[in-house]
């Protein structure tokens, strides 16, 4: 069988893209590119140039005012006009993008264009727009692995994506039956922001022609780069939307602008309701029939949850005071066309008579506003007084949960009641296929003795009484469950967990009764409390407790809060689970919904939940991480059973559950046996991987111990499972044996001098994740040094201390050679940093001085060219091979000194590679 090889699939797809309005153009090489620039640019702008071109030097100063900048710069310039000074001191206004009308703008197609970074890459496939590359598309050819195109493309960004190429919005990825789209960004891209494109009732459009045809013609690539990015202000990256982001929104946007109905959009929870909802309302702020765009949410949301990432979208958009004079002046400002606010603000300042004259001024326009989380924040009176100020105004909601008939609100309404019919669905089972967020493996965990059926409601009604679930023995037994086997949930720590309980009162019992246990774990709490609480048969007020609770917390991370500085502690507190911080924190309603962290990966349950309330809940737990994250552990200590199966086939319109629960652990017991067997015929034991003489062979090794890696990871999360036990055909020692044998090759691999030629196992992805055991590594120190804290100096400090710790206790040799770059860093850098600068750039400029540094030191301590070192450092990087040879042929020394300045220059470049990479 002949497989469709790379140039086959390009050729093709230029052909189909030539049939798609571009014109195929030769470019084949960055000089090339720029002359082609030069002359589309003129064109574009011809109007603002007056017919006359841009000379040598004008053409000069434009590529010194747009060129060498970041990739998040480079897509602010494209979007926006700039100024430019003629050679006759004029100036005139100039854009790189007409995004009004599409027409104007040029679109072309080019490939194998050939650029010379830290070395030489032919790029595939490159769509030009404007003579800007704006979207890139890299091949395999059918039957590889997608994850090799991706990881060429990482490879390309870091060696030679310079100049121009930083104009980069969209990267594809293909082998013809698979295709995937992506974001540029300045940061690392994660496969897991890879993107299949859908039709409108979320289809799948994989092949590589009929992506082609949907995704890459001229309007939709546009719409895509102009209306359906984001350029995130507050992390400097860029953003691209989901497939069911885009039809949701342009369905919202036709709704608005063609009718005076409303709607709801059904997107399940996890996927991304808030960057949708706040695009469809920047889109309808250009709308000029339309005075005002109110994005509104709920006040907890906005205090404690989601203000960072409104601001993402649009730099202090969002005024989270209690002020309403600052929304009256923003409702008054005609200029003002968006305003990010509270529904208890914007209810409270419409019923407020002082108002009444500037909501006057609106008695004839046409208002919208588009309600984020609709299922919990607008029904009652609040809507009520905002219409009345509104007449014709016009509203819309986004919910993972919506309201029916089965779970309707209180005053008997559901969501289509109150907003109308449903304009574009997401559900819980299409996110979980694309591998938007996981699936639950939920767990039920008997905590009665007695003569009664644990699955039988019936019986479980007849006794659930609060006595019975109250009992202190049982607190204590279902308390020391969590702590006997949060490990195994939470891999060793490297993810945390909520524990969701009926009351306050019962959290408080549970805090109590896990600080008599003397755990190691580091368990908070948080809830807010009454003002006019009954105390009468209570021995310590609800306050007075989360009082000695927060002080409890200020012992363990050295920080100053009480209950008069509550949202500090709160906002502290979750920036503590976003960051690994801590294990445990036990809630009894806060964080159920509209949290989201990562690194959440279980619930403990000891409370009564149904419908949106348990989907909300599980689903703290789903968001996608690395694989070692396969699911969202949900452990329950009532029976939830058919609560949760309820719920599931009420958002996910479905009978089958299987879609959204994982399968049980004797279903991956069997995979977990077929997996072995497959990797037994490989290798029949761990000694005969030395005999795999081929990279096919170890390639096929690799890929069958990777399954086999990843079936464990996925089965250490069962609490009954054992391994010795339950797996007939490998023992615990073999597994180790193998993850040896792995280990080795992939070390040989990073390390291997010898080869001539780039090794065909450079672009699979090993997983290392999988089988490493280090938790604090550079990703984990990383993500603690962008939530340091940029206000506070002493709390400032306070962190920096606790990182430097943590690197100091860390075994991940990667972490390690970087240990004395990233205190010099903490010290240096960071209290110079403003609470606007970029971490990441920073950190990235850090090392980059340091690295230029340490280069031309060793180049000058061993009297060697820097750009020969450079160079030498640049191939290993990229191929993993020193050359020996060809470094002495540029030292000027007797023999035996070359050989040792060689040598010493071959240490040098495993040790830079190493730290640097």
Not at 623 to 639: A, D, L, M, Q, S
Not at 685 to 701: G, I, P, S
């Amino acid at each position: 069988m002949e497989y469709q090889s790379e140039a086959q699939l390009e050729n093709q797809l230029i052909q189909s893209l030539t049939t798609q309005n571009f014109t195929k153009v030769d470019i084949n090489n960055t000089d090339d590119l720029l002359i082609n620039f030069r002359q589309q640019i003129n064109k574009l702008n011809a109007e603002a140039l007056n017919g006359k071109d841009l000379s040598d030097k004008e053409f000069d100063r434009l590529m010194t005012q747009i060129g060498g900048k970041s990739v998040y710069q480079s897509a602010k310039i494209l979007r926006d006009k700039f100024t430019l000074t003629r050679d006759d001191d004029t100036s005139i206004y100039m854009t790189l993008l007409d995004t009004e009308d599409y027409t104007k703008n040029i679109f072309q197609v080019t490939h194998q264009i050939s650029v010379k970074g830290t070395f030489k890459n032919r790029y595939d496939v490159t769509l030009l727009i404007n003579g800007l590359p704006l979207v890139q598309i890299e091949l395999k050819r059918r039957g590889g692995d997608l994850k090799e195109a991706f990881s060429q493309i990482l490879r390309y960004r870091r060696h030679s994506y310079q100049g121009l190429f930083r104009y980069i919005q969209i990267f594809v990825i293909s082998d013809g039956v698979d295709t995937k789209y992506f974001a540029n960004s300045d940061t690392k891209p994660l496969y897991s922001m890879t993107f299949f494109w859908t039709d409108d009732k979320n289809k799948r459009i994989s092949n590589l022609f009929d992506f082609t045809e949907k995704f890459l013609n001229t309007t939709q690539i546009l719409d895509m780069i102009i209306h359906y990015m984001i350029v995130n202000v507050s992390d400097k990256n860029l953003m691209i939307m989901r497939p069911y982001q885009v039809y949701a929104t342009k369905a919202l946007i036709q709704k608005a602008l063609t009718s005076d109905k409303g709607g709801y959009i059904w997107h399940t929870t996890g996927s991304g309701k808030t960057l949708t909802s706040f695009k469809c309302s920047q889109i309808l702020s250009h709308n000029s029939n339309i005075k005002k765009i109110f994005f509104v949410v709920d006040r907890s949301d906005l205090d404690r949850q989601t203000l960072q990432e409104f601001n993402k979208f649009e730099k202090n958009s969002v005024d989270a005071t209690d002020n309403t004079n600052v929304l009256a002046r923003q409702i008054a400002d005609e200029h003002k066309n968006l305003i990010v606010t509270t529904i208890q603000k914007l209810a409270k300042a419409s019923s407020l008579p002082k108002y009444k004259s500037i909501f006057a001024k609106y008695a004839d326009d046409k208002i919208v506003i588009i309600f984020d989380e609709c299922h919990r924040s607008t029904f009652g009176k609040q809507l009520n007084c905002i219409k009345k100020v509104f007449p014709h105004l016009q509203i819309f909601g986004f919910t993972g949960t919506p309201r029916f008939p089965q779970n309707k609100s209180q005053d008997g309404r559901t969501t289509a009641d109150i907003f109308g019919k449903c304009l574009h669905t997401y559900l819980i089972k299409d996110a979980i296929l694309d591998h938007n967020v996981l699936g639950f493996n939920v767990e039920y965990i008997k905590t009665f003795d007695g003569e009664y059926d644990p699955t039988d409601t019936t019986k479980v009604q007849d006794i659930d009484k609060q006595e019975v679930f109250d009992d202190p023995v049982r607190l204590k037994l279902i308390a020391e469950h969590i702590v006997k086997y949060h490990d195994i949930k939470t891999h060793n720590r490297k993810y945390n967990a909520l524990f969701a309980v009926s009351s306050v009162d019962n959290l408080i019992r549970y805090y109590d009764i896990f600080k008599s246990l003397k755990t190691d774990l580091k368990i908070a709490a948080i809830f807010t409390y009454g003002v006019n609480e009954e105390a009468e048969f209570k021995d310590e007020h609800s306050r007075d407790a989360l009082e000695r609770i927060i002080q409890d917390y200020n012992k363990m991370y050295q920080t100053n809060y009480d209950t008069n500085t509550f949202s500090a502690y709160a906002n502290d507190l979750m920036k503590k689970i976003k960051t690994s911080q801590i294990d445990i924190v036990i809630v009894v309603g806060m964080m159920l919904t509209g949290f989201d962290a990562k690194v959440l990966n279980t619930l403990y349950i000891d409370k009564n939940l149904e419908y949106h309330n348990l989907l909300q809940a599980y689903s703290r737990t789903n968001r996608v991480e690395h694989t070692t994250k396969p699911f969202g552990n949900i452990i329950c200590y009532r029976n939830l059973k058919e609560n949760t199966y309820n719920a599931i086939r009420l958002f996910s319109q479905t009978d089958n559950i299987d879609d959204v629960l994982t399968h049980d652990l004797a279903s991956y017991l069997k995979e977990m046996q077929d997996a072995i067997n497959e990797l037994t015929q490989i290798a029949p034991k761990a000694q005969n991987v030395d005999d795999l003489q081929t990279e096919e062979e170890q390639r096929d090794f690799v890929l069958a111990f990777r399954r086999v890696s990843r079936l464990q990871n996925v089965l250490s999360n069962f609490i009954e499972f054992d391994f010795d036990k339950d797996i007939t055909n490998m023992s615990t020692q073999d597994f180790m044996d193998y993850k040896s044998k792995y280990f080795t090759i992939y070390e040989n691999l990073k390390n291997d001098t010898s080869k001539e030629k780039a090794s065909i196992l450079n672009d699979i992805d090993f997983c290392i994740e999988l089988v490493a055991t280090d938790r604090i590594n550079t990703t984990y120190i990383m993500n603690l040094i962008r939530n340091i804290e940029r206000n506070d100096i002493i709390k400032q400090q306070t962190e920096i201390n606790h990182i430097k710790k943590e690197l100091k206790n860390s075994d991940d040799m990667k972490l390690r050679y970087k240990i004395d770059l990233i205190e010099n860093f903490l010290d240096e850098v960071v209290p110079k940093l403003t609470p606007d600068s970029s971490i990441d750039d920073a950190y990235n400029d850090f090392e980059t001085q340091e690295r230029t540094k340490e280069i031309n030191n060793f180049a000058k301590e061993h009297e060697l060219d820097t750009e020969v070192l450079q160079n030498e450092i640049s191939e290993y990087e990229y191929t993993g091979i020193t050359n020996k040879s060809n470094i002495m042929k540029f030292i000027k020394k007797p023999f035996l000194e070359k050989m040792k300045i060689a040598n010493a220059a071959i240490r040098f470049i495993k040790n830079n590679v190493q730290k640097y990479l």
